[in-house]
T-cell receptor, first 112, second 113 residues
Framework: ELKVEQNPLFLSMQEGKNYTIYCNYSTTSDRLYWYRQDPGKSLESLFVLLSNGAVKQEGRLMASLDTKARLSTLHITAAVHDLSATYFC????????????FGPGTSLSVIP | AAGVIQSPRHLIKEKRETATLKCYPIPRHDTVYWYQQGPGQDPQFLIS???????DKGSIPDRFSAQQFSDYHSELNMSSLELGDSALYFCASSSPGLAYEQYFGPGTRLTVT
């Protein structure tokens, strides 16, 4: 059974600092997603990582994928308060990209 | 740009009642997904449809059923509702042309009393 783990589950960081969220998964997949969710809101797609070694950056967020290690990272650079949210990684295990399993989420709080 | 539409946005039902949630995917998206998210939980995959055919199933209770219609909208039917069914239900759609990136709807908040 697929397990998707995230570390840490809760993160409180000061503005201006850097930090990395880790996502480990237990079965083979070449497709991994990162989402952001604000309280009571829907999920916003941040990144789609499609191959080993993929790296994508958007603003202060950078995501990478190592399919051999079954590990993805979401790196936060110079955090700002607006980044406070819950971040989910999700792994696609469907034969036709039709079944996505989410990690437990990392609740990020950026404090002044 | 058009987004995924879900209706209703809020729904209150009593135990043992039935509920129907609707999802209208982004035009030309061929895959629809349903998720259930309990309070403080991650989204749980329920079921997906590709080109109007059921594609894969997750942890969907037998009391739930879903289908996708000829116009690509999808409905999630929930019967014999239980208190534990109270959750946010999200629909998402994707397209191969967009690397199957999933676009989520605003969700339906179901409360079972």
């Amino acid at each position: 059974e697929l397990k998707v783990e995230q570390n840490p589950l809760f993160l409180s960081m000061q503005e201006g600092k850097n930090y990395t969220i880790y996502c480990n998964y237990s079965t083979t997949s070449d497709r991994l997603y990162w989402y952001r969710q604000d309280p009571g809101k829907s999920l916003e797609s941040l990144f789609v990582l499609l191959s080993n070694g993929a790296v994508k950056q958007e603003g202060r967020l950078m995501a990478s994928l190592d399919t051999k290690a079954r590990l993805s990272t979401l790196h936060i650079t110079a955090a700002v308060h607006d980044l406070s949210a819950t971040y989910f990684c999700a792994v696609d295990i469907g034969t036709s990209y039709d079944k996505v399993i989410f990690g437990p989420g990392t609740s990020l709080s950026v404090i002044p | 740009a058009a987004g995924v539409i879900q209706s209703p946005r809020h729904l209150i039902k009593e135990k043992r009642e039935t509920a129907t949630l609707k999802c209208y995917p982004i035009p030309r998206h061929d895959t629809v997904y349903w998720y259930q998210q309990g309070p403080g939980q991650d989204p749980q995959f329920l079921i997906s449809f590709y080109e109007k055919m059921q594609s894969d199933k997750g942890s969907i209770p037998d009391r739930f059923s879903a289908q996708q219609f000829s116009d690509y909208h999808s409905e999630l039917n929930m019967s014999s509702l239980e208190l534990g069914d109270s959750a946010l239900y999200f629909c998402a759609s994707s397209s191969p042309g967009l690397a199957y990136e999933q676009y989520f709807g605003p969700g339906t908040r179901l409360t079972v009393t």
